[in-house]
Protein backbone atom coordinates (compact mmCIF):
# COMPACT_ATOMS: atom_id res chain seq x y z
CA UNK A 1 0.00 0.00 0.00
CA UNK A 2 1.02 3.28 -0.50
CA UNK A 3 1.35 5.02 3.28
CA UNK A 4 1.45 8.45 4.70
CA UNK A 5 3.72 8.76 7.53
CA UNK A 6 3.70 12.13 9.12
CA UNK A 7 6.10 13.14 11.45
CA UNK A 8 8.77 10.97 9.58
CA UNK A 9 11.89 12.80 10.92
CA UNK A 10 10.49 12.06 14.23
CA UNK A 11 11.60 9.63 16.68
CA UNK A 12 8.64 7.13 16.38
CA UNK A 13 7.59 8.14 12.94
CA UNK A 14 11.15 7.51 11.60
CA UNK A 15 11.01 3.76 12.53
CA UNK A 16 7.81 3.10 12.03
CA UNK A 17 8.39 3.80 8.12
CA UNK A 18 11.32 1.69 8.00
CA UNK A 19 9.25 -1.04 8.90
CA UNK A 20 6.92 -0.07 6.71
CA UNK A 21 9.43 -0.09 3.48
CA UNK A 22 10.97 -3.50 4.78
CA UNK A 23 7.59 -5.00 4.72
CA UNK A 24 7.37 -3.54 1.00
CA UNK A 25 4.79 -0.56 1.59
CA UNK A 26 5.20 2.55 -0.06
CA UNK A 27 5.72 5.36 2.29
CA UNK A 28 4.95 9.05 1.47
CA UNK A 29 6.47 10.82 4.67
CA UNK A 30 5.86 14.64 5.46
CA UNK A 31 7.55 16.75 7.80
CA UNK A 32 8.51 20.11 8.55
CA UNK A 33 11.76 19.11 10.50
CA UNK A 34 10.58 21.95 13.53
CA UNK A 35 11.56 19.00 16.32
CA UNK A 36 12.39 15.96 13.86
CA UNK A 37 15.33 15.34 11.86
CA UNK A 38 16.18 15.28 8.43
CA UNK A 39 19.14 12.80 8.55
CA UNK A 40 16.06 10.34 10.45
CA UNK A 41 14.13 9.72 7.40
CA UNK A 42 14.78 6.27 6.05
CA UNK A 43 15.89 5.57 2.47
CA UNK A 44 13.42 4.89 -0.17
CA UNK A 45 10.39 7.50 1.77
CA UNK A 46 8.96 9.92 -0.45
CA UNK A 47 9.10 12.93 1.41
CA UNK A 48 7.23 15.78 1.13
CA UNK A 49 8.60 18.92 3.70
CA UNK A 50 5.73 21.24 4.98
CA UNK A 51 3.87 22.04 7.61
CA UNK A 52 0.48 20.18 7.87
CA UNK A 53 -1.40 23.50 9.76
CA UNK A 54 -0.94 25.29 6.14
CA UNK A 55 -3.24 24.48 3.09
CA UNK A 56 -0.47 24.73 1.01
CA UNK A 57 1.59 21.68 2.68
CA UNK A 58 -1.96 19.39 2.63
CA UNK A 59 -2.61 20.47 -1.35
CA UNK A 60 0.74 18.78 -1.37
CA UNK A 61 0.22 15.43 -0.77
CA UNK A 62 -0.63 12.51 -2.67
CA UNK A 63 -4.39 11.81 -3.26
CA UNK A 64 -3.75 7.66 -3.76
CA UNK A 65 -2.10 6.88 -0.19
CA UNK A 66 -4.55 4.31 1.64
CA UNK A 67 -3.95 4.59 5.01
CA UNK A 68 -2.54 8.39 7.02
CA UNK A 69 -0.42 7.47 10.15
CA UNK A 70 -0.54 10.73 11.83
CA UNK A 71 2.51 11.01 14.17
CA UNK A 72 3.30 15.06 13.23
CA UNK A 73 3.08 17.53 16.15
CA UNK A 74 3.94 19.45 19.20
CA UNK A 75 4.74 16.27 22.09
CA UNK A 76 6.13 18.27 25.08
CA UNK A 77 3.50 18.90 27.78
CA UNK A 78 6.14 21.56 29.39
CA UNK A 79 6.70 23.19 25.78
CA UNK A 80 2.89 23.29 24.85
CA UNK A 81 2.67 26.34 27.89
CA UNK A 82 5.49 28.32 26.39
CA UNK A 83 2.87 29.28 23.13
CA UNK A 84 -0.47 27.43 23.47
CA UNK A 85 -1.70 28.46 19.85
CA UNK A 86 1.31 26.88 18.27
CA UNK A 87 0.32 23.68 20.32
CA UNK A 88 -3.23 23.99 19.07
CA UNK A 89 -1.94 24.46 15.02
CA UNK A 90 1.04 21.63 15.70
CA UNK A 91 -1.47 19.27 17.00
CA UNK A 92 -5.11 20.36 16.27
CA UNK A 93 -5.15 21.65 13.23
CA UNK A 94 -3.19 19.96 11.37
CA UNK A 95 -5.03 17.30 11.96
CA UNK A 96 -8.32 18.90 11.44
CA UNK A 97 -6.23 19.16 7.96
CA UNK A 98 -5.57 15.37 7.41
CA UNK A 99 -8.71 14.34 8.37
CA UNK A 100 -10.73 16.63 5.85
CA UNK A 101 -7.78 15.35 3.28
CA UNK A 102 -8.55 11.57 4.14
CA UNK A 103 -12.23 12.43 3.22
CA UNK A 104 -12.06 14.49 0.02
CA UNK A 105 -9.65 11.35 -1.13
CA UNK A 106 -11.66 8.33 0.38
CA UNK A 107 -8.49 7.01 2.95
CA UNK A 108 -9.24 3.59 4.19
CA UNK A 109 -8.22 4.82 8.52
CA UNK A 110 -6.13 7.04 10.02
CA UNK A 111 -4.12 6.47 12.89
CA UNK A 112 -3.43 8.95 15.46
CA UNK A 113 -1.03 9.45 18.08
CA UNK A 114 -2.89 10.67 21.19
CA UNK A 115 -1.37 10.67 24.13
CA UNK A 116 -1.87 9.77 28.26
CA UNK A 117 -1.87 13.17 28.53
CA UNK A 118 -5.35 13.08 27.98
CA UNK A 119 -6.39 11.36 31.51
CA UNK A 120 -4.76 14.10 33.91
CA UNK A 121 -4.82 13.18 37.48
CA UNK A 122 -5.92 9.58 38.17
CA UNK A 123 -6.08 7.46 40.73
CA UNK A 124 -3.32 4.83 41.28
CA UNK A 125 -4.82 2.24 39.81
CA UNK A 126 -4.33 1.13 35.11
CA UNK A 127 -5.95 3.79 33.78
CA UNK A 128 -8.56 2.50 31.25
CA UNK A 129 -9.93 4.06 28.26
CA UNK A 130 -13.24 4.56 29.43
CA UNK A 131 -11.76 7.40 31.95
CA UNK A 132 -12.76 10.40 32.47
CA UNK A 133 -10.20 12.60 30.43
CA UNK A 134 -9.75 16.10 32.39
CA UNK A 135 -5.67 17.20 31.18
CA UNK A 136 -3.66 19.27 32.91
CA UNK A 137 -1.62 20.75 29.89
CA UNK A 138 -2.65 22.96 27.09
CA UNK A 139 -0.94 19.63 24.83
CA UNK A 140 -3.67 17.33 26.35
CA UNK A 141 -5.81 19.46 26.01
CA UNK A 142 -4.78 19.88 22.22
CA UNK A 143 -4.50 15.87 21.84
CA UNK A 144 -8.17 15.17 23.29
CA UNK A 145 -9.40 17.96 21.26
CA UNK A 146 -8.19 16.41 17.94
CA UNK A 147 -9.66 12.97 19.12
CA UNK A 148 -12.65 14.43 19.42
CA UNK A 149 -12.69 15.44 15.30
CA UNK A 150 -11.43 12.09 14.57
CA UNK A 151 -14.97 11.05 15.69
CA UNK A 152 -17.30 13.51 14.39
CA UNK A 153 -15.90 12.54 10.72
CA UNK A 154 -15.45 8.47 12.03
CA UNK A 155 -18.14 7.63 9.47
CA UNK A 156 -16.39 8.69 6.38
CA UNK A 157 -13.06 8.53 7.31
CA UNK A 158 -12.29 5.50 10.58
CA UNK A 159 -9.69 6.20 12.79
CA UNK A 160 -7.91 4.62 15.76
CA UNK A 161 -6.07 6.96 18.33
CA UNK A 162 -3.52 5.53 20.20
CA UNK A 163 -2.77 6.99 23.72
CA UNK A 164 1.00 6.58 24.12
CA UNK A 165 2.30 6.26 27.63
CA UNK A 166 6.03 7.15 28.20
CA UNK A 167 8.18 5.61 24.89
CA UNK A 168 11.38 5.12 24.79
CA UNK A 169 14.39 3.05 23.31
CA UNK A 170 16.94 4.25 20.67
CA UNK A 171 16.61 6.82 17.83
CA UNK A 172 14.82 8.98 20.86
CA UNK A 173 16.54 12.44 20.58
CA UNK A 174 19.03 13.00 23.13
CA UNK A 175 19.70 16.55 22.90
CA UNK A 176 16.08 17.44 23.88
CA UNK A 177 15.57 18.01 27.44
CA UNK A 178 12.15 19.10 27.72
CA UNK A 179 10.34 16.01 26.23
CA UNK A 180 10.97 12.11 27.42
CA UNK A 181 11.79 11.10 30.58
CA UNK A 182 14.04 8.22 29.78
CA UNK A 183 15.90 10.38 27.05
CA UNK A 184 16.41 13.27 29.26
CA UNK A 185 17.48 11.51 32.51
CA UNK A 186 19.80 9.01 30.38
CA UNK A 187 21.47 12.14 28.59
CA UNK A 188 22.22 13.71 31.31
CA UNK A 189 23.25 10.79 32.80
CA UNK A 190 25.99 9.96 30.04
CA UNK A 191 26.76 13.87 30.01
CA UNK A 192 27.82 14.87 33.78
CA UNK A 193 26.69 11.71 36.04
CA UNK A 194 24.26 13.81 37.62
CA UNK A 195 20.45 13.81 37.03
CA UNK A 196 17.96 16.63 37.75
CA UNK A 197 14.63 15.57 38.97
CA UNK A 198 11.92 18.15 38.45
CA UNK A 199 9.30 16.43 40.75
CA UNK A 200 8.87 13.86 43.21
CA UNK A 201 10.68 10.55 43.04
CA UNK A 202 7.75 8.88 43.80
CA UNK A 203 5.90 9.84 40.34
CA UNK A 204 4.87 6.95 38.57
CA UNK A 205 4.70 5.96 34.72
CA UNK A 206 4.26 3.50 31.95
CA UNK A 207 7.19 3.13 30.11
CA UNK A 208 6.65 1.11 26.52
CA UNK A 209 9.99 0.35 24.22
CA UNK A 210 9.82 1.79 20.60
CA UNK A 211 9.79 -1.38 19.25
CA UNK A 212 6.87 -2.47 21.02
CA UNK A 213 4.85 0.77 19.92
CA UNK A 214 6.00 0.26 16.30
CA UNK A 215 4.09 -2.70 16.28
CA UNK A 216 1.05 -1.41 17.90
CA UNK A 217 1.26 1.04 14.95
CA UNK A 218 1.50 -1.75 12.24
CA UNK A 219 -1.82 -3.59 14.10
CA UNK A 220 -3.77 -0.32 14.40
CA UNK A 221 -3.45 0.41 10.78
CA UNK A 222 -4.20 -3.03 9.37
CA UNK A 223 -6.53 -4.72 11.88
CA UNK A 224 -10.00 -4.53 10.91
CA UNK A 225 -11.69 -4.93 14.14
CA UNK A 226 -9.47 -1.49 15.52
CA UNK A 227 -11.67 0.60 13.40
CA UNK A 228 -12.88 3.56 15.56
CA UNK A 229 -11.24 2.55 18.70
CA UNK A 230 -9.69 4.63 20.92
CA UNK A 231 -6.26 1.97 22.69
CA UNK A 232 -4.15 2.57 25.36
CA UNK A 233 -0.58 1.71 24.09
CA UNK A 234 1.61 0.90 27.23
CA UNK A 235 2.45 -1.95 29.21
CA UNK A 236 0.07 -1.82 32.37
CA UNK A 237 3.61 -1.76 34.00
CA UNK A 238 3.63 0.98 37.17
CA UNK A 239 7.15 2.22 37.35
CA UNK A 240 7.92 5.60 39.96
CA UNK A 241 10.66 7.85 38.67
CA UNK A 242 12.74 6.15 41.65
CA UNK A 243 12.99 2.70 40.28
CA UNK A 244 13.27 4.11 37.11
CA UNK A 245 16.58 5.87 37.77
CA UNK A 246 17.77 2.93 40.08
CA UNK A 247 17.67 0.54 36.83
CA UNK A 248 19.45 3.22 34.47
CA UNK A 249 21.97 3.35 37.05
CA UNK A 250 22.55 -0.64 36.65
CA UNK A 251 23.57 0.53 33.44
CA UNK A 252 25.23 3.75 33.79
CA UNK A 253 27.38 3.35 37.00
CA UNK A 254 28.37 6.08 39.43
CA UNK A 255 25.81 8.50 38.29
CA UNK A 256 23.17 10.24 40.68
CA UNK A 257 20.11 12.42 41.18
CA UNK A 258 18.82 15.23 42.50
CA UNK A 259 15.36 16.96 43.33
CA UNK A 260 14.80 20.35 42.13
CA UNK A 261 11.58 22.26 40.92
CA UNK A 262 8.75 21.22 39.08
CA UNK A 263 7.51 20.58 35.17
CA UNK A 264 4.40 22.48 34.75
CA UNK A 265 0.88 20.06 33.66
CA UNK A 266 3.07 17.22 34.96
CA UNK A 267 0.86 14.39 36.29
CA UNK A 268 1.39 12.92 39.46
CA UNK A 269 1.09 9.23 38.98
CA UNK A 270 -0.22 7.06 35.21
CA UNK A 271 -0.25 3.46 33.84
CA UNK A 272 -2.14 1.80 31.27
CA UNK A 273 -5.11 -0.61 31.38
CA UNK A 274 -4.07 -2.88 28.82
CA UNK A 275 -6.68 -4.84 28.42
CA UNK A 276 -8.15 -3.08 25.00
CA UNK A 277 -4.89 -3.61 23.41
CA UNK A 278 -4.66 -7.12 23.96
CA UNK A 279 -8.18 -7.97 23.01
CA UNK A 280 -8.78 -5.17 20.07
CA UNK A 281 -4.92 -5.62 19.00
CA UNK A 282 -3.58 -8.80 20.40
CA UNK A 283 -0.73 -7.38 21.76
CA UNK A 284 -0.04 -8.42 25.20
CA UNK A 285 3.44 -8.87 25.30
CA UNK A 286 5.93 -6.25 25.85
CA UNK A 287 9.87 -5.51 26.22
CA UNK A 288 10.99 -5.48 30.05
CA UNK A 289 12.31 -2.23 31.15
CA UNK A 290 15.68 -3.80 32.09
CA UNK A 291 15.85 -5.20 28.87
CA UNK A 292 15.26 -1.79 26.90
CA UNK A 293 17.16 0.42 29.09
CA UNK A 294 20.41 -1.57 28.22
CA UNK A 295 19.47 -1.43 24.59
CA UNK A 296 18.89 2.12 25.00
CA UNK A 297 22.29 2.95 27.04
CA UNK A 298 24.34 0.35 24.39
CA UNK A 299 22.92 2.90 21.84
CA UNK A 300 23.36 6.17 23.49
CA UNK A 301 27.11 5.50 23.92
CA UNK A 302 27.40 4.11 20.27
CA UNK A 303 25.50 7.33 19.23
CA UNK A 304 27.50 9.48 21.40
CA UNK A 305 31.24 7.88 20.60
CA UNK A 306 30.25 8.58 16.93
CA UNK A 307 29.27 12.40 17.42
CA UNK A 308 32.24 12.79 18.77
CA UNK A 309 34.37 10.97 16.01
CA UNK A 310 33.09 13.19 13.42
CA UNK A 311 34.24 16.51 15.35
CA UNK A 312 36.62 17.92 14.00
CA UNK A 313 39.74 17.91 16.42
CA UNK A 314 41.51 20.62 18.26
CA UNK A 315 45.72 21.33 17.45
Not at 8 to 34: K, M, N, P, T, Y
Not at 129 to 151: D, H, I, M, N, Q
Not at 180 to 204: D, P, T
Request: charged fraction near 20%; hydrophobic fraction near 40%; proline fraction near 4%.
Amino acid sequence: MRILVTGVGGFIGSQLARRLLAERHEVIGVDDFSSGHRHNVPAGTELIEGDLARPESIAALPKDCALILHLAGQSSGEISFDDPVADLQKNVVSTLNLIRYGVENACQRLVYASSMSVYGDVRDAPVPESSECRPLSCYGVGKLAAEGYLRVYARKLPFVALRMFNVYGPGQDMQNLRQGMVSIFLAQALESGRVHVKGSLERYRDFVYIDDVVEGWCRAALVPAAANQTLNLGTGMRTTVGQLLERMRDHVPGMAWFVEGATPGDQAGIYADTAQLGNVLGLARFTALDAGMKRFVQWAREHAAAGASHRPRGR
